[in-house]
């Protein structure tokens, strides 16, 4: 697929629950794009009312089932725009660096992976707890994806909307488990982005970026069982990304196999012919 380069469509989607009072502030400071997606996760506080107030033509998409994983499913699913960006809606992302995420993407990357801790980035929110966790998280990741990620629990990242099938996250339209959730519906989704992308060497550019307070409410993050499933996460990404290549490898195998097979046939075939064309040349 040819992309465009010169002049492409943006796709902002911004997964939301009970996220009113945050977006009336955000959603306005959002650069023109081709279009902003809201995906609502039953929210109860009037989110998609003060979406729609904040920017009237904004997109509405209800999510299929619970998580954040599976709001940015369905929303790069409804996405239209020639490049995607992930924009968290408590105003902990920084509107004014979209065109930075863009530009990489123009500059030749395949995915623009958002960092607190490159050159130039930075965090108003993080402790020294979790930053001394993303940094052992960020060794075992590189290690795992040979990969020189600085950043992996940041969510605030962008990529050309042809790569959503090699992410392969699950069907949006799959029934919800007793548990609500499927393996990527939750909080693991950044993890396991970053992980997919990795493993299949797209070409990965790192966007410094500057963390802010979430402006209205309390985070959801959990030090320790957020951590917990990071970790988890990539054991399960490490794993999945072996069994592919053993997979291939199998396949490419089985193929060789049966080439050979048939060339011994074909060789046999080749000797019967020139001894019977020896035969006729004798008794002429």
């Not at 699913?77 to 020639?82: C, F, N, V, W």
């Not at 105003?91 to 995915?111: C, H, K, M, R």
Request: charged share 25%.
């Amino acid at each position: 697929m040819r992309r465009n380069l010169t002049n492409p469509t943006v796709t902002v989607v911004v997964p939301a629950k009970n996220e009113a009072a945050n977006l009336r502030e955000v959603l306005p400071k959002l650069p023109a794009v081709h279009e902003v997606i809201l995906v609502d996760g039953n929210s109860v506080d009037g989110t998609v009312a003060a979406a729609r107030e904040a920017l009237p033509g904004i997109r509405v998409v209800n999510q299929t089932r619970k998580g954040k994983g599976n709001a940015l499913a369905s929303g790069f699913l409804a996405a239209t725009g020639d490049i995607i960006v992930m924009f968290d809606a408590d105003g902990s992302a920084d509107p004014a660096e979209i065109p930075d995420f863009v530009d990489a993407l123009i500059a030749g990357a395949d995915f623009a992976k958002g960092s607190r801790f490159a050159a130039g980035g930075g965090s108003e929110d993080i402790t020294i707890l979790r930053h001394l966790g993303n940094g052992g998280l960020n060794f075992v990741a590189n290690r795992a994806f040979k990969t020189t990620f600085t950043d992996l629990c940041y969510g605030y990242n962008a990529f050309w909307r042809d790569l959503v099938p090699l992410l392969d996250l699950p069907d949006v339209n799959r029934a919800a488990p007793a548990s609500g959730m499927l393996w990527g519906d939750g909080f693991e989704i950044e993890t396991v982005i970053n992980c997919r992308m990795a493993a299949a060497k797209v070409r990965i550019s790192e966007v410094p970026s500057v963390e802010r307070r979430r402006i209205h409410g309390e985070s959801n993050l959990r030090t320790f069982s957020d951590g917990t499933r990071v970790l988890r996460t990539i054991i399960a990404e490490r794993r999945r990304h072996h069994q592919a290549k053993a997979s291939v490898t199998d396949i490419s195998v089985r193929r060789g196999a049966h080439h050979t097979e048939f060339d011994r046939a074909e060789s046999g075939s080749t000797s019967r012919f020139d001894e019977a064309k020896g035969r006729r040349e004798r008794i002429a």
